[in-house]
Nanobody, 120 residues
Framework: QVHLVESGGGLVQPGGSLRLSCEAPGSIFSIAAMGWYRQAPGKQRELVAA???????NYVDSVKGRFTISRDNAKNTVYLQMNSLKPEDTAVYYC??????????????WGQGTQVTVSS
């Protein structure tokens, strides 16, 4: 069983910043594509940002220029720096790890989720 350990959520005022962290087991981190998803009440889960094992990143349009995803391979940790937060960013944020093994079997793991609330 693979455990992804998230931290960093909380309550912040509009315009504020938060940084989410997600630590993954070292056995998979270096080969996994890591991502952050979010799910707001009544909405489907959506991909917010992702970073490949090689460091390529992509973002949903609504967070471009405000959020930055990064990975520290020495710490087996992926981060999501969230700036200029808006009330519409309020959601439960989930860390995700995806990779394939030598036999092309695909694996997909999720963290437990961390609440981000943007409100005055």
């Amino acid at each position: 069983q693979v455990h992804l350990v998230e931290s960093g959520g909380g309550l912040v005022q509009p315009g504020g910043s938060l940084r989410l962290s997600c630590e993954a087991p070292g056995s998979i981190f270096s080969i996994a594509a890591m991502g952050w998803y979010r799910q707001a009440p009544g909405k489907q889960r959506e991909l917010v940002a992702a970073v490949t094992s090689g460091g390529s990143t992509n973002y949903v349009d609504s967070v471009k220029g405000r959020f930055t995803i990064s990975r520290d391979n020495a710490k087996n940790t992926v981060y999501l720096q969230m700036n200029s937060l808006k009330p519409e960013d309020t959601a439960v944020y989930y860390c995700n790890a995806k990779y394939s093994d030598l036999w092309s079997r695909r694996y997909d793991y999720w963290g437990q989720g961390t609440q981000v609330t943007v409100s005055s």
